[in-house]
Nanobody, 122 residues
Framework: QVQLIESGGGLVQAGGSLTLSCTGV????????VGWFRQSPGKEREFVATTNWSGDRIYYADSVQGRFIVSRDGSGNTVYLQMNRLKLEDTAVYYC???????????????WGQGTQVTVSS
């Protein structure tokens, strides 16, 4: 059983950057694939990015490719989502999720964080 703790959300101007963190509690995320998803009001939760445990399988949604970067710290227990050149349409609640199997772009993850709000202003 692993609990995911997210942090780093906030308000940022369009064009700015923000980095989200996702840390495992109760069990290390080192052996888990970790994905990032987001959900805006009235919309379904959508895939943003994911990495497998080793970092050699990383996938991004087309909408964030080239702007967002997912990475892990040295221990493997914290996964970051670095968000650059933010746009108004990036405004959403961002969730991290973990699964013991390989990285997936679907919502088929076993564990989910509580979500953190990211608001991009003009």
């Amino acid at each position: 059983q692993v609990q995911l703790i997210e942090s780093g959300g906030g308000l940022v101007q369009a064009g700015g950057s923000l980095t989200l963190s996702c840390t495992g509690v109760g069990s290390s995320l080192f052996t888990f694939a970790v994905g990032w998803f987001r959900q805006s009001p009235g919309k379904e939760r959508e895939f943003v990015a994911t990495t497998n445990w080793s970092g050699d399988r990383i996938y991004y949604a087309d909408s964030v490719q080239g702007r967002f970067i997912v990475s892990r710290d040295g221990s493997g227990n914290t996964v970051y989502l670095q968000m650059n050149r933010l746009k108004l349409e990036d405004t959403a609640v961002y969730y991290c999720a973990a699964r013991s199997e390989g990285a997936s772009i679907t919502t088929s993850y076993d564990y989910w964080g509580q979500g953190t709000q990211v608001t991009v202003s003009s």
